[in-house]
C-alpha cells in the first residue's frame, strides 16, 4: 500500500509568499491518495491503481483506478464502481470527473443519496454545478430506501422528520419496485434554496402512475417552500366525488399563502385561499372559500374567515370572525379549512335560552363576529384596563322549524373599564363598569318579539381582605352589583303598554366568606412515597331578594352544575340576573401526591350546598324552597400514568337517583397509541357513549443483516370515534378511519358521519396520500 500526501493542488504553493488575502482565509485540507500502486510526479498528474482512496476533509472517493491531476484538482475515474461521500451524501457509478476546488463534476450511470432531503435514486448522468447544486438526466428519485443491510432509512411510525443516516459508504438503493417514484428526463436539485424541479414530471405510486405534470417542484429540507402539498379526495352524499390540492406559496419570512383547487362532481370547481402572517407586533389569518357557481343549488356560495391581532401606541387590537353566504353551507361545506373550527354550537354560546335542546342545536349554526381594542393603565398604586368591542352574530335557521332557536343579543358597541388597588391593611377593591348597546339579529326579532332592544350599563364593585397561609385561608368579601336598563320602543306584536321607551335600574348587594384548610399526612405504598392532603372548604353567601322579573335579560343564563359553580355566589352568568341567597356550601378534597415529584396520582371531592332560605330568583323560575342541593361527587385517578378514570355524579337526595353523571376512561400505553371512553348521563336530557381511538392494528418488522435491530417497515393504525345516542338509538357524528405508514409515505382512509339535523345525516368518504420527501401534509383529516 502506497500513501502520497499532497498538501496544495498548485504547482506555486510553495514558491510564493502567501497574499494578505491568501492568510485570512482558513487552509484548505490536504488531499490525501492512498493506493497499492501509485505513478506520477509531484504537482503533476498521479496514476493511481488498486484499492483507490482519495480524501480532502469531509469528501471522500474510492475507485480500482483513478487519474489525480493536482495542477487543477481533477479526479478522473474510469472502469466503474466509483464511490464518491461528502458528510451524509453518497454516489456511486461507472465512472466520472470531479474538480475537487470547485466542486463541481459529472458522473454516468449514478446511485446517489442525498442526506439533506433523505432521498435518492438513479439517472443517465448527474452532473454537480457546484457544492450546492446538482443535475441529474433521466432521473428517477424516491424516498423508499434501504441501507445494504436492508434496514429503511424513513422508519414507519417515527416522528416527523425523524431519519436515520446511512450506514455504508455506499449509497441507500431503492426496493425492486419502491412505493413511490418521481421520473423526469431532468431534476434540478438546489440544496441552498432547498427546493428541486422536475421537468415532465411522472409520478408513480405502487408501480401505477397517478400524475403528470409539465413542472413539479418539491422540499429538499424542513425549510418552507412553495410547492403542491398532499391531495385529498372525498365522496360525501351532498357534494358527490371531490378533490382538493393545496399549492403552498412562501412568500416572505413573515407571511405566506396556500391556494386550495377543489372540484366536486355535484357542486363543480371552487377554490378556498388562505392567508397567514406573522410580524413582532401583528399577526392575522385570512381564509376564504368560494364557489362561483354551484351546480345543485344554481348560485354562488361562500364562506370568510379572519382573525387579525396587532398592537400600537401602547393598544392591543383584535378582530375575528366567520361569515357564510347562506343558512345550509354548514351542511354542505363544514369539512373545509374556512368552516372547521371557526364557528360555535348553540350550546356554547346560547345554553339557557332556549329550553328545548333539539340535536339540531348542536350544530355549528351560530357565527361570530367581533373587534375589540384595549389599553392597559396605572395610575399611581391602581391599575386597570380600558377596552372597547363590537359583536354581531350571523344565524344559520334552515327550513326546518323544528331546528330554529333564539339567538343571543349582539353587543353593538361594548365600552368597559376595570381596576385593581390595594388599600391599607391588605385590604383588595375592584371595579367592572360597562355601557352596552344590545340589539337582535334580524331572525331573532321575528322569533321572539317580545324580546326588545336596549342599552345597559352596569358596575360591579367588590371589597375584599384575603388571609392567606400555608394551612389555610379566610376571604372575606362584599360585592355591589348595580345596573341601569333603557329599552327601545317595541314595534309589533310587542307594542301596546310598553311601546314607550322604558327605564330600570336595580342595586345589589352580597356578602361572602370564603374559608379553608389544608392537612397533610406523608405516607407510603410499596417503594413510593406519599402525601395525603386533607381539604375541607366552606364558602357562605347571603344575597338579599330584589324582584327581577320585569327586568330585561340581556347576557344571563343558568351556570351549569359542577364542582366550581356550586361554590359561586351567583347562580347565573352575565350580569342581568342576580340570585337571592342565603346559604352555606360545604366541600372536602382529599389528594394523594408524590412526595419527589409533586405529580397527583388520586383526586375525590364531594360539595353539597344548604340554603337557609327560600329562593325566588332561580335557574328554574319559579321559587326554590329545597333545602339541600344535589350532592356532586368526583374522583380522578392514575392521573400521571398510562391509564386514567375521571367520573363526576350528580346525585338528588329528594329523588333519591342520579340526575347527571360522566364516566371517562383513559388508556394510553405509547404514543400515538391511546383509547378514550367517555359516558355521559343527563336525566331527561341525553345518554351518550363515545369512544375515542388511535391504536396500531399492523405492524410488519424488518430484521438487519447481522441482528443489528428490527425496524418497523408498515405500521398500519385505526382512528375511531363513534358518538351513540343511547336514548335515540343511533350513531351522531363519527369518524373511522384508517392510516398506512410505510416511512416513505403515508396513505389514508375514512369515513365520516355527520349529523345535520334531526333526520339529516350526511356521510363522507376521505382518502389522502402523503410522500415523504416529495410532500407534506398541510392537515390529517383523520386528526380529532
Same mark, same amino acid.
Not at 428519485?141 to 459508504?169: F, K, M
Given at each position: 500500500?502506497?500513501?502520497?500526501?499532497?498538501?496544495?493542488?498548485?504547482?506555486? +504553493?510553495? *514558491?510564493?509568499?502567501?497574499?494578505?488575502?491568501?492568510?485570512?482565509?482558513?487552509?484548505?485540507?490536504?488531499?490525501?491518495?492512498?493506493?497499492?500502486?501509485?505513478?506520477?510526479?509531484?504537482?503533476?498528474?498521479?496514476?493511481? #491503481?488498486?484499492?483507490?482512496?482519495?480524501?480532502?476533509?469531509?469528501?471522500?472517493?474510492?475507485?480500482?483506478?483513478?487519474?489525480?491531476?493536482?495542477?487543477?484538482?481533477?479526479?478522473?475515474?474510469?472502469?466503474?464502481?466509483?464511490?464518491?461521500?461528502?458528510?451524509?451524501?453518497?454516489?456511486?457509478?461507472?465512472?466520472?470527473?470531479?474538480?475537487?476546488?470547485?466542486?463541481?463534476?459529472?458522473?454516468?450511470?449514478?446511485?446517489?443519496?442525498?442526506?439533506?432531503?433523505?432521498?435518492?435514486?438513479?439517472?443517465?448522468?448527474?452532473?454537480?454545478?457546484?457544492?450546492?447544486?446538482?443535475?441529474?438526466?433521466?432521473?428517477?428519485?424516491?424516498?423508499?430506501? *434501504?441501507?445494504?443491510?436492508?434496514?429503511?432509512?424513513?422508519?414507519?411510525?417515527?416522528?416527523?422528520?425523524?431519519?436515520? @443516516?446511512?450506514?455504508?459508504?455506499?449509497?441507500?438503493?431503492?426496493?425492486?419496485?419502491?412505493?413511490?417514484?418521481?421520473?423526469?428526463?431532468?431534476?434540478?436539485?438546489?440544496?441552498?434554496?432547498?427546493?428541486?424541479?422536475?421537468? &415532465?414530471?411522472?409520478?408513480?405510486?405502487?408501480?401505477?402512475?397517478?400524475?403528470?405534470?409539465?413542472?413539479?417542484?418539491?422540499?429538499?429540507?424542513?425549510?418552507?417552500?412553495?410547492?403542491?402539498?398532499?391531495?385529498?379526495?372525498?365522496?360525501?352524499?351532498?357534494?358527490?366525488?371531490?378533490?382538493?390540492?393545496?399549492?403552498?406559496?412562501?412568500?416572505?419570512?413573515?407571511?405566506?399563502?396556500?391556494?386550495?383547487?377543489?372540484?366536486?362532481?355535484?357542486?363543480?370547481?371552487?377554490?378556498?385561499?388562505?392567508?397567514?402572517?406573522?410580524?413582532?407586533?401583528?399577526?392575522?389569518?385570512?381564509?376564504?372559500?368560494?364557489?362561483?357557481?354551484? &351546480?345543485?343549488?344554481?348560485?354562488?356560495?361562500? *364562506?370568510?374567515?379572519?382573525?387579525?391581532?396587532?398592537?400600537?401606541?401602547?393598544?392591543?387590537?383584535?378582530?375575528?370572525?366567520?361569515?357564510?353566504?347562506?343558512?345550509?353551507?354548514?351542511?354542505?361545506?363544514?369539512?373545509? #379549512?374556512?368552516?372547521?373550527?371557526?364557528?360555535?354550537?348553540?350550546?356554547?354560546?346560547?345554553?339557557?335560552?332556549?329550553?328545548?335542546?333539539?340535536?339540531?342545536?348542536?350544530?355549528?349554526?351560530?357565527?361570530?363576529?367581533?373587534?375589540? @381594542?384595549?389599553?392597559?393603565?396605572?395610575?399611581?398604586?391602581?391599575?386597570?384596563?380600558?377596552? *372597547?368591542?363590537?359583536?354581531?352574530?350571523?344565524?344559520?335557521?334552515?327550513?326546518?322549524?323544528?331546528?330554529?332557536?333564539?339567538?343571543?343579543?349582539?353587543?353593538?358597541?361594548?365600552?368597559?373599564?376595570?381596576?385593581?388597588?390595594?388599600?391599607?391593611?391588605?385590604?383588595?377593591?375592584?371595579?367592572?363598569?360597562?355601557?352596552?348597546?344590545?340589539?337582535?339579529?334580524?331572525?331573532?326579532?321575528?322569533? +321572539?318579539?317580545?324580546?326588545?332592544?336596549?342599552?345597559?350599563?352596569?358596575?360591579?364593585?367588590?371589597?375584599?381582605?384575603?388571609?392567606?397561609?400555608?394551612?389555610?385561608?379566610?376571604?372575606?368579601?362584599?360585592?355591589?352589583?348595580?345596573?341601569?336598563?333603557?329599552?327601545?320602543?317595541?314595534?309589533?306584536?310587542?307594542?301596546?303598554?310598553?311601546? =314607550?321607551?322604558?327605564?330600570?335600574?336595580?342595586?345589589?348587594?352580597?356578602?361572602?366568606?370564603?374559608?379553608?384548610? $389544608?392537612?397533610?399526612?406523608?405516607?407510603?405504598?410499596?417503594?413510593?412515597?406519599?402525601?395525603?392532603?386533607?381539604?375541607?372548604?366552606?364558602?357562605?353567601? $347571603?344575597?338579599?331578594?330584589?324582584?327581577?322579573? $320585569?327586568?330585561? $335579560?340581556?347576557? =344571563?343564563?343558568?351556570?351549569?352544575?359542577?364542582?366550581?359553580?356550586?361554590?359561586?355566589?351567583? +347562580?347565573?352568568?352575565?350580569?342581568?340576573?342576580?340570585?337571592? @341567597?342565603?346559604?352555606?356550601?360545604?366541600?372536602?378534597?382529599?389528594?394523594?401526591?408524590?412526595?419527589?415529584?409533586?405529580?397527583?396520582?388520586?383526586?375525590?371531592?364531594?360539595?353539597?350546598?344548604?340554603?337557609?332560605?327560600?329562593?325566588?330568583?332561580?335557574?328554574?323560575?319559579?321559587? =326554590?324552597?329545597?333545602?339541600?342541593?344535589?350532592?356532586?361527587? =368526583?374522583?380522578?385517578?392514575? +392521573?400521571?400514568?398510562?391509564?386514567?378514570?375521571?367520573?363526576?355524579?350528580?346525585?338528588?337526595?329528594?329523588?333519591?337517583?342520579?340526575?347527571?353523571?360522566?364516566?371517562?376512561?383513559?388508556?394510553?400505553?405509547?404514543?400515538?397509541?391511546?383509547?378514550?371512553?367517555?359516558?355521559?348521563?343527563?336525566?331527561?336530557?341525553?345518554?351518550?357513549?363515545?369512544?375515542?381511538?388511535?391504536?396500531?392494528?399492523?405492524?410488519?418488522?424488518?430484521?438487519?443483516?447481522?441482528?443489528?435491530? &428490527?425496524?418497523?417497515?408498515?405500521?398500519?393504525?385505526?382512528?375511531?370515534?363513534?358518538?351513540?345516542?343511547?336514548?335515540?338509538?343511533?350513531?351522531?357524528?363519527?369518524?373511522?378511519?384508517?392510516?398506512?405508514?410505510?416511512?416513505?409515505?403515508?396513505?389514508?382512509?375514512?369515513?365520516?358521519?355527520?349529523?345535520?339535523?334531526?333526520?339529516?345525516?350526511?356521510?363522507?368518504?376521505?382518502?389522502?396520500?402523503?410522500?415523504?420527501?416529495?410532500?407534506?401534509?398541510?392537515?390529517?383529516?383523520?386528526?380529532?
Amino acid at each position: 500500500m502506497v500513501w502520497a500526501v499532497l498538501v496544495g493542488t498548485s504547482p506555486l +504553493a510553495f *514558491a510564493q509568499s502567501p497574499s494578505p488575502a491568501a492568510t485570512a482565509a482558513p487552509p484548505k485540507p490536504p488531499v490525501v491518495l492512498q493506493a497499492q500502486s501509485l505513478q506520477g510526479v509531484p504537482d503533476g498528474q498521479t496514476q493511481a #491503481q488498486g484499492d483507490v482512496r482519495l480524501g480532502q476533509g469531509a469528501l471522500r472517493m474510492e475507485a480500482p483506478q483513478l487519474r489525480f491531476d493536482a495542477a487543477g484538482g481533477v479526479v478522473f475515474i474510469e472502469g466503474g464502481g466509483v464511490r464518491w461521500a461528502r458528510q451524509r451524501d453518497r454516489l456511486q457509478s461507472e465512472s466520472g470527473v470531479f474538480e475537487i476546488d470547485r466542486s463541481v463534476g459529472e458522473f454516468r450511470s449514478p446511485f446517489f443519496f442525498f442526506g439533506q432531503s433523505m432521498a435518492g435514486g438513479s439517472g443517465s448522468t448527474l452532473r454537480m454545478l457546484d457544492a450546492q447544486r446538482v443535475e441529474i438526466r433521466d432521473a428517477r428519485l424516491t424516498s423508499c430506501l *434501504a441501507d445494504e443491510a436492508g434496514r429503511p432509512l424513513r422508519e414507519a411510525g417515527a416522528r416527523p422528520g425523524v431519519t436515520r @443516516a446511512p450506514r455504508l459508504e455506499a449509497p441507500p438503493r431503492a426496493d425492486t419496485a419502491p412505493g413511490w417514484e418521481l421520473r423526469s428526463p431532468r431534476i434540478l436539485l438546489d440544496f441552498e434554496r432547498e427546493e428541486g424541479v422536475a421537468e &415532465q414530471a411522472q409520478l408513480q405510486f405502487l408501480g401505477l402512475p397517478i400524475m403528470a405534470l409539465p413542472r413539479l417542484s418539491f422540499p429538499l429540507g424542513d425549510a418552507r417552500r412553495s410547492g403542491w402539498l398532499p391531495p385529498t379526495a372525498r365522496a360525501d352524499t351532498r357534494s358527490g366525488f371531490e378533490v382538493s390540492a393545496p399549492y403552498y406559496l412562501n412568500l416572505a419570512p413573515h407571511y405566506d399563502a396556500t391556494v386550495t383547487p377543489i372540484v366536486a362532481t355535484r357542486r363543480g370547481p371552487s377554490v378556498e385561499l388562505e392567508f397567514r402572517q406573522m410580524g413582532p407586533a401583528q399577526a392575522g389569518l385570512v381564509q376564504l372559500h368560494h364557489l362561483p357557481q354551484d &351546480q345543485v343549488l344554481e348560485r354562488s356560495r361562500s *364562506a370568510l374567515y379572519w382573525q387579525q391581532q396587532w398592537r400600537a401606541a401602547g393598544m392591543q387590537f383584535r378582530t375575528e370572525g366567520l361569515r357564510v353566504s347562506d343558512d345550509d353551507y354548514w351542511k354542505d361545506f363544514a369539512h373545509t #379549512q374556512t368552516f372547521q373550527r371557526r364557528s360555535f354550537s348553540v350550546l356554547d354560546v346560547a345554553e339557557g335560552l332556549n329550553a328545548e335542546r333539539t340535536q339540531a342545536n348542536l350544530q355549528p349554526r351560530l357565527l361570530a363576529q367581533s373587534a375589540q @381594542a384595549e389599553r392597559p393603565w396605572q395610575w399611581g398604586g391602581v391599575s386597570g384596563l380600558a377596552y *372597547a368591542r363590537v359583536q354581531q352574530w350571523q344565524v344559520l335557521q334552515g327550513t326546518d322549524p323544528n331546528g330554529a332557536f333564539i339567538a343571543p343579543y349582539q353587543r353593538s358597541p361594548q365600552m368597559g373599564l376595570t381596576a385593581q388597588a390595594q388599600a391599607w391593611g391588605g385590604v383588595d377593591l375592584a371595579l367592572e363598569t360597562e355601557a352596552n348597546r344590545f340589539t337582535r339579529p334580524d331572525m331573532a326579532i321575528d322569533l +321572539a318579539p317580545q324580546l326588545r332592544n336596549g342599552q345597559r350599563w352596569h358596575a360591579l364593585a367588590t371589597v375584599s381582605r384575603p388571609w392567606i397561609a400555608a394551612a389555610g385561608w379566610v376571604i372575606p368579601k362584599l360585592t355591589l352589583n348595580t345596573a341601569s336598563y333603557r329599552l327601545d320602543t317595541a314595534t309589533g306584536p310587542a307594542a301596546g303598554a310598553a311601546a =314607550a321607551g322604558e327605564v330600570f335600574s336595580r342595586t345589589i348587594p352580597t356578602l361572602s366568606v370564603d374559608g379553608g384548610l $389544608n392537612f397533610e399526612q406523608r405516607w407510603r405504598l410499596g417503594d413510593r412515597s406519599l402525601v395525603q392532603t386533607l381539604e375541607p372548604r366552606v364558602v357562605y353567601v $347571603n344575597t338579599p331578594m330584589r324582584d327581577q322579573r $320585569n327586568l330585561p $335579560n340581556f347576557d =344571563a343564563a343558568p351556570k351549569e352544575f359542577n364542582s366550581t359553580s356550586i361554590f359561586s355566589e351567583n +347562580a347565573f352568568s352575565g350580569i342581568d340576573r342576580v340570585s337571592d @341567597a342565603h346559604q352555606v356550601t360545604l366541600g372536602m378534597t382529599t389528594r394523594s401526591l408524590d412526595a419527589a415529584t409533586g405529580a397527583e396520582w388520586i383526586r375525590g371531592s364531594i360539595a353539597q350546598r344548604v340554603q337557609l332560605r327560600d329562593q325566588t330568583t332561580t335557574p328554574a323560575g319559579g321559587v =326554590a324552597n329545597q333545602r339541600l342541593s344535589d350532592v356532586l361527587l =368526583a374522583a380522578t385517578v392514575g +392521573a400521571q400514568s398510562r391509564w386514567g378514570v375521571d367520573s363526576t355524579v350528580q346525585y338528588s337526595p329528594d329523588l333519591g337517583r342520579t340526575t347527571r353523571s360522566v364516566l371517562t376512561l383513559r388508556y394510553q400505553p405509547a404514543l400515538n397509541t391511546t383509547l378514550l371512553a367517555s359516558y355521559r348521563y343527563a336525566r331527561d336530557l341525553a345518554e351518550t357513549v363515545e369512544v375515542r381511538a388511535n391504536w396500531p392494528l399492523y405492524r410488519r418488522l424488518s430484521t438487519a443483516s447481522g441482528g443489528a435491530g &428490527q425496524d418497523c417497515t408498515m405500521l398500519v393504525t385505526g382512528a375511531t370515534r363513534l358518538n351513540y345516542n343511547t336514548r335515540e338509538g343511533k350513531l351522531a357524528d363519527s369518524l373511522l378511519g384508517l392510516e398506512g405508514d410505510a416511512g416513505c409515505w403515508i396513505m389514508r382512509l375514512g369515513v365520516q358521519r355527520q349529523s345535520t339535523g334531526v333526520t339529516e345525516v350526511v356521510t363522507r368518504l376521505i382518502f389522502q396520500l402523503e410522500l415523504s420527501g416529495l410532500t407534506r401534509s398541510r392537515a390529517n383529516p383523520l386528526r380529532f
